[in-house]
């Protein structure tokens, strides 16, 4: 005989989303929808400062978790900038000092561009089940997809982001929403998807608006303007030479 305290707990269950897919899961679906060993994509940040608003063009190149390049096409003064990741090792080259830097220590957590975005934030390994173990917390709904909500906990200590709460689309598994905490809990950044696209059966965000709580002005808009994913990418982006090409 079921006793009625017993199917209580059970549509309770039901209702917050603990039965069916589990936590790790559902992250691994997502890392297998979104992650593409190699990118290669035009993108804008529209930085909404404090004084004023403007508009950052760059193009970038990604092979695998660690190799990237980024160079800035606009505006003026941007123009020519780049960025070269290599494993765990990040550099700078500007055109106006014709100097390559090494980006590290407390330098990781500043600003990129003056956008809500920081170098850690460039460094991030892209397979989020690498770097976090994941709980189902709930169900909801944004912009009229249903949602699992995970709770993301750092399998390890040198994680920029402790822990993270996310919104992960049940049909399309990309992540539309995130909340991202120091290891205190206190909020330092959310991040949310306002448009994605398919790209050769891949779901991927298009248009982001990111924002560091701690800071002021209304956010960065981060649009995707095209992406091509497994596309082919030579080898000497990869390398310090590069940056002064």
Not at 100 to 109: F, N, P, Q
Not at 180 to 186: F, M, P, T, V, W
Request: charged content about 30%.
């Amino acid at each position: 005989m079921i006793r009625p305290l017993s199917v209580l707990i059970a549509l309770n269950a039901l209702s917050f989303g603990f039965a069916g897919p589990t936590g790790d899961e559902i992250l691994k679906k997502v890392d297998q929808n979104m992650f593409s060993e190699r990118r290669i994509a035009v993108a804008r940040m529209i930085i909404h400062g404090r004084r004023e608003t403007r508009t950052v063009e760059s193009k970038s190149w990604q092979r695998g978790t660690n190799e990237a390049y980024t160079e800035f096409l606009a505006p003026a003064r941007e123009k020519g900038t780049k960025m070269l990741k290599l494993k765990d090792m990040l550099w700078d080259y500007s055109p106006s000092t014709d100097r390559i830097i090494m980006i590290s220590g407390h330098l990781l957590r500043q600003s990129v561009m003056g956008s809500d975005l920081s170098y850690e934030d460039m460094m991030e390994d892209p397979h989020l089940p690498n770097v976090y173990s994941a709980t189902v917390v709930s169900r909801d709904t944004v912009g009229g997809r249903e949602c699992w909500i995970l709770d993301l906990k750092a399998k390890r200590q040198d994680i920029a982001y402790d822990h993270r709460r996310i919104w992960v689309d049940k049909e399309r598994a990309v992540v539309l929403r995130q909340n991202l905490y120091a290891e205190g809990g206190k909020l330092l950044k959310t991040i949310d998807v306002r448009e994605v696209m398919r790209v050769q059966n891949a779901w991927q965000a298009k248009s982001v608006l990111y924002k560091d709580v701690l800071t002021e002005g209304e956010g960065t808009e981060f649009l995707v303007d095209s992406l091509a994913l497994d596309a082919p990418i030579p080898d000497y982006l990869f390398s310090k030479a590069a940056l002064r090409r």
